[in-house]
């Protein structure tokens, strides 16, 4: 049983580019939330996706933006990168009955510089 | 701002003592919450979860809940080196967006 699957594992990006990350989700699993980790800090909420829709949003700028395929699987898009984008962004999947009681299932991450 | 404190540590124990973790929460409306133990550059994986007042028990760990104090706290008995890791503190009311710690870093000496 495959757990939650990202790629790539690490890419590096000029300021000003944009870039795009891959999830797919635990089987079973049919909501993804993307979370940014950067170094030292713990991961912060980016949104969540459920049924293709964003379902919340946490505090991070119009530049980050995302989408849910029928699948289940999803992108992070961001645009316009900034050095302080730089980071591990973590895809977390889970069902809706169970997050509450059982948490997210992490996927491994995409390390993220901006250079 | 909805904020989840831990003590950054580091925190060292030797080997076979027990471990003492700590976190303080915020948001009073938040209904559960979560261990996750991180290696150095992997991802989170989840170690207990709770949403009962009191304590909880799982093999070597014991999470522990005072909704009253909005805290939560766990113990790592018997600490082992492949224990050593940073541990996050997470939190959530409605499941849908968790708010974690900047975690604590322990370190079990052989």
């Known amino acids: 049983d495959a757990g939650v699957t990202q790629s790539p594992t690490h890419l590096i990006k000029t300021r000003g580019q944009q870039v795009t990350l891959r999830c797919s989700p635990k089987s079973g699993h049919d909501t993804v939330s993307w979370y940014q980790q950067a170094l030292g800090q713990g991961p912060q909420f980016i949104f969540q996706y459920y049924e293709e829709e964003e379902r919340q949003r946490g505090n991070f700028p119009d530049r980050f933006s995302g989408h849910q395929f029928p699948n289940y699987s999803s992108e992070l898009n961001v645009n316009a990168l900034l050095l302080g984008d730089s980071a591990l962004y973590l895809c977390?999947?889970?069902?809706?009955?169970?997050?509450?009681?059982?948490?997210?299932?992490f996927g491994s991450g995409t390390r993220l510089t901006v250079v | 701002q909805k904020e989840v404190e831990q003590n950054s540590g580091p925190l060292s124990v030797p080997e076979g003592a027990i471990a003492s973790l700590n976190c303080t929460y915020s948001?009073?409306?938040?209904?559960?919450f979560f261990w996750y133990r991180q290696y150095s550059g992997k991802s989170p994986e989840l170690i207990m979860f709770?949403?009962?007042?009191g304590d909880k028990e799982d093999g070597r760990f014991t999470a522990q809940l005072n909704k009253a104090s909005q805290y939560v706290s766990l113990l790592i008995r018997d600490s082992q080196p492949s224990d050593s890791a940073t541990y996050l503190c997470a939190v959530t009311n409605t499941g849908n967006q968790f708010y974690f710690g900047t975690g604590t870093s322990l370190t079990v000496i052989p």
């Open positions: 948001d009073r409306g938040s209904q559960s």
């Open positions: 977390a999947s889970s069902s809706p009955e169970r997050i509450s009681n059982y948490g997210y299932t």
């Open positions: 709770i949403y009962s007042n």
